[in-house]
């Protein structure tokens, strides 16, 4: 959040940058109330060591838990999806904007709000786990009545609470298979535009043996593959930031979806050593993974022009100075040697796909017409949100 704020270029322009923002911003409400809660809870609470609270200071973190955690969800799928619209459907970041975004935020702001404010007033937001966190569960936990000591239940034993506990495990189980679908459709369209890479090359050859007088020139040919090279590049990078976005939800959700499993559908009425101690380590580090996958792609660009400089060096000064949307420049791991990249850096055309700086597809589809090629020209519609504006590539290619 603090990167996309400061960046003085780009900012909060592009759909990618909003949701990587919004998706920030869940994350903080999400980790408070994890953070929180174990102190914010019931003092009168014999299973919380360290709570200080009352039961209205636990409703009210765990409102924010409860909302960043569904919001937080829902952002995961929706920067998935917006990854499979530029990338395979190839849907400009203008058009997503104006059709699609706004009316997403909307519906996942309103959902998260309506079911956070229901477990709010329905009394539904208590204590659970040993106290160390605040969420929608019968106080005291695992009472159904009664509890094992004969206490009748105080709060939250009531229909609305197992609805709402359904529906949290019904948000998680299809977010995580909304994003593994998103993942295989967008991959597969990956896939099959790498396998359609050598037809260019293919069809210069076979035009040349046709008409050996009207050979298309070594720099034309040169060109256009280039362009469809460097283009397919960002797909692949896109793909690759999409694949670890949604590893590390899986890192961080994974090993609270098994407790939620064993204890809803296990009858187990307590969560194994390891597992606990598991999901205490995991699950407050999602904002962590996002940042470094953020970064990413800035951090092996600037490694590639300082090798002698530590990941760890490198990843303090890209936080520093507040972080930038990578450039094809910033994605190509394999080519040139250094010189040769640096040198050529001006050469590349980077396309942002946007209605004001759009990539040169009218020259090249003079091209295609005058050699008779045939190929796809948009092999990935993703750089917009992977590239600087053009006065940031000069500053940086000087």
Not at 1 to 14: D, N, Q, R, V, Y
Request: proline letters at 5%.
């Amino acid at each position: 959040m603090f990167m996309i704020l400061t960046e003085p270029e780009k900012g909060l322009a592009s759909p990618y940058s909003r949701i990587i923002f919004a998706m920030s911003i869940s994350d903080i409400l999400f980790s408070l109330g994890f953070l929180l809660s174990p102190f914010l809870g019931p003092k009168d609470n014999p299973d919380a060591l360290f709570a200080i609270g009352t039961t209205g200071s636990c409703e009210a973190i765990g409102f924010l838990f409860l909302l960043g955690f569904q919001c937080l969800l829902f952002y995961i799928v929706f920067l998935t999806y917006y990854f499979m619209r530029r990338i395979k459907y190839k849907v400009t970041a203008k058009d997503f904007e104006k059709k699609e975004e706004k009316y997403l935020h909307r519906v996942i702001v309103l959902i998260s709000l309506v079911m956070a404010t229901t477990a709010f007033f329905a009394g539904s937001i208590n204590p659970q786990g040993y106290g160390s966190l605040c969420g929608t569960s019968p106080y005291p936990e695992y009472c159904e009545g009664q509890t094992w000591e004969g206490e009748p239940c105080k709060r939250g034993d009531d229909q609305i609470t197992k609805y709402l506990n359904i529906y949290g495990g019904v948000l998680a189980g299809s977010s995580l298979l909304s994003i593994s679908l998103i993942l295989a459709l967008t991959s597969s369209h990956v896939y099959k535009q790498e396998r359609a890479l050598t037809i260019p090359a293919r069809a210069i050859g076979d035009v040349n043996r046709r008409n050996p007088g009207e050979a298309a020139p070594e720099n034309v040919q040169g060109e256009i593959d280039r362009n469809i090279q460097n283009r397919h590049a960002l797909t692949k990078q896109a793909l690759t930031q999409s694949f670890l976005y949604i590893l590390a939800f899986i890192v961080v959700y994974f090993p609270p979806g098994i407790g939620i499993l064993r204890i809803r559908f296990g009858n187990a009425t307590d969560l194994p050593e390891w597992l606990f101690w598991l999901i205490s380590l995991t699950t407050p580090f999602g904002g962590v993974f996002n940042i470094l996958i953020y970064t990413r792609p800035k951090v092996l660009r600037l490694k590639e022009d300082y090798p002698n400089a530590s990941f760890l060096r490198v990843f303090v000064v890209i936080v520093l100075t507040g972080g930038e949307i990578p450039s094809l420049a910033d994605l190509r791991r394999d080519g040139p040697p250094q010189d040769e990249q640096r040198n050529n850096r001006n050469n590349l055309q980077v396309s942002d796909l946007s209605e004001e700086e759009q990539f040169n597809e009218d020259e090249m589809q003079v091209n295609e017409s005058q050699y008779g090629l045939s190929y796809e020209m948009d092999v990935s519609a993703a750089s917009d949100y992977l590239s600087h504006s053009r006065s940031c590539w000069r500053s940086s290619s000087s």
